[in-house]
C-alpha cells in the first residue's frame, strides 16, 4: 500500500503545474508543455486551402502540415503557408513578394510580417510547421506564390 500510495503521489505531482516565483516573489502557474496539436492542410490545382478556417486557443502549440493534392507542375503551381501577423495587409504582402523566388515568394522586406510560413510544395509534397497560436484574434493565412492571393488562396486563423 505505501509503495502504491507513493507512486502515485510522484505521478500526481509530475502531471500537475508547478508554481514559480516571477520578480516580487508573485508566484504563477507553469504548466508543462503540450504535444502540439496537428492540423493537416491541403493545397490544390483549384487554389484554395481546405480547411481554410483553423481555430485555436491563445498560445496552443500547432503543428500545421500542408500537403499539395494537386497535379500541376510544381515549377507553374506550388503552394506553401505564410501566416501573417494581426491586421496585415494580405494583398499587399502577396504583390510585394511575387518577385522573391529565392525565398519561397516572402519578400525579406517582409519578414517582419510573418509568424509562421512553410517552404514550397509541389504535386504529393508534404511540408510542416510548427508555432504558437498568438494573442486572441483572427490571422490571415495565404500561399505566396504569385497570383494564387488573388484568386481566392487564403483562409483564417481564429484565436479565442
Do not use: W
Not at 516580487?24 to 502540439?36: E, H, K, M
Not at 507553374?76 to 505564410?82: E, L
Amino acid at each position: 500500500m505505501f509503495r502504491f500510495a507513493l507512486i502515485l503521489a510522484f505521478f500526481t505531482a509530475a502531471s500537475a503545474p508547478t508554481l514559480s516565483a516571477q520578480g516580487g516573489g508573485a508566484r504563477t502557474p507553469t504548466i508543462p508543455p503540450t504535444t502540439p496539436r496537428t492540423i493537416e492542410l491541403q493545397a490544390s490545382d483549384n487554389m484554395r486551402f481546405t480547411p481554410d478556417r483553423i481555430t485555436a486557443r491563445p498560445g496552443e502549440s500547432l503543428h500545421v502540415v500542408l500537403k499539395d493534392v494537386g497535379t500541376a507542375p510544381k515549377a507553374a503551381v506550388a503552394h506553401n503557408f505564410v501566416l501573417l501577423k494581426k491586421g496585415g495587409d494580405a494583398k499587399g504582402f502577396a504583390d510585394r513578394s511575387a518577385g522573391a523566388r529565392d525565398s519561397d515568394f516572402i519578400s525579406p522586406a517582409l519578414k517582419d510580417q510573418v509568424l509562421a510560413a512553410t517552404k514550397l510544395v509541389g504535386p504529393g509534397e508534404t511540408t510542416d510547421i510548427t508555432f504558437q497560436a498568438p494573442a486572441a484574434g483572427s490571422y490571415t493565412f495565404i500561399c505566396s506564390f504569385p497570383g494564387h492571393y488573388a484568386l481566392g488562396m487564403k483562409g483564417t486563423l481564429v484565436v479565442k
